[in-house]
T-cell receptor, first 114, second 117 residues
Framework: EAQVTQNPRYLITVTGKKLTVTCSQN?????MSWYRQDPGLGLRQIYY???????DKGDVPEGYKVSRKEKRNFPLILESPSPNQTSLYFC?????????????FGPGTRLTVL | AQKITQTQPGMFVQEKEAVTLDCTYD???????LFWYKQPSSGEMIFLIY??????QNATEGRYSLNFQKARKSANLVISASQLGDSAMYFC??????????????FGQGTELSVKP
């Protein structure tokens, strides 16, 4: 089944404790992104990747790191989480078909930083 | 300035009636794409429909259609014959530039639709 998976789905942690949210897609998509969703703000892009070893900042990259060592994986790293990073996080992957680049989203990771 | 604006935080519609969810956008790029996503209470993001800036006709996908008015910079989603399962948050999103730019989407704030039996 074609899908984007994220782990963990739920995480409660404390300020300053490094964490990684994994993202994997099995569709051989070139593009992958991370978004955070906050009430009243919609989704905002954190980082995106156009291919292996090619990443760039989105609109809200502060406090986050990413890497793309393999095409299928795009982990999101919070080196020192803070309470303002409490949010719902989505990983997405996309490809181009007929000039349409539809993004497919993972199920989301709900993060709480105490 | 907001690039994607959804002015209806919440809407109600009677089952089996049609409903229009508003979306206006702002871009100076002649090439862009407009997307609508549905987010049910379970949280996943479901792609509904896409409209390219150069597409001459309004996009349609089953009960979903996109009313694209380029001069007015609006891309309203029309859901015909609403069903109870349509109750969800709906997001309008835009991709500026051509489709092979890396996949960055800019989202609106969302509209919460409730379908009444």
């Amino acid at each position: 089944e074609a899908q984007v998976t994220q782990n963990p789905r739920y995480l409660i942690t404390v300020t300053g404790k490094k964490l990684t949210v994994t993202c994997s897609q099995n569709m051989n998509h070139e593009y992958m992104s991370w978004y955070r969703q906050d009430p009243g703000l919609g989704l905002r892009q954190i980082y995106y990747s156009m291919n292996v070893e090619a990443t760039d900042k989105g609109d809200v990259p502060e406090g986050y790191k990413v890497s793309r060592k393999e095409k299928r994986n795009f982990p999101l790293i919070l080196e020192s989480p803070s309470p303002n990073q409490t949010s719902l996080y989505f990983c997405a992957s996309s490809f181009v078909a007929g000039a349409i680049d539809t993004q497919y989203f993972g199920p989301g990771t709900r993060l709480t930083v105490l | 300035a907001q690039k994607i604006t959804q002015t209806q935080p919440g809407m109600f519609v009677q089952e089996k009636e049609a409903v229009t969810l508003d979306c206006t956008y702002d871009t100076s790029d002649p090439s862009y794409g407009l997307f609508w996503y549905k987010q049910p209470s379970s949280g996943e993001m479901i792609f509904l429909i896409y409209q390219g800036s150069y597409d001459q006709q309004n996009a349609t996908e089953g009960r979903y259609s996109l009313n694209f008015q380029k001069a007015r910079k609006s891309a309203n989603l029309v859901i015909s014959a609403s069903q109870l399962g349509d109750s969800a948050m709906y997001f309008c999103a835009m991709r500026e530039g051509r489709y092979n730019q890396g996949g960055k989407l800019i989202f609106g704030q969302g509209t919460e639709l409730s379908v009444k039996p």
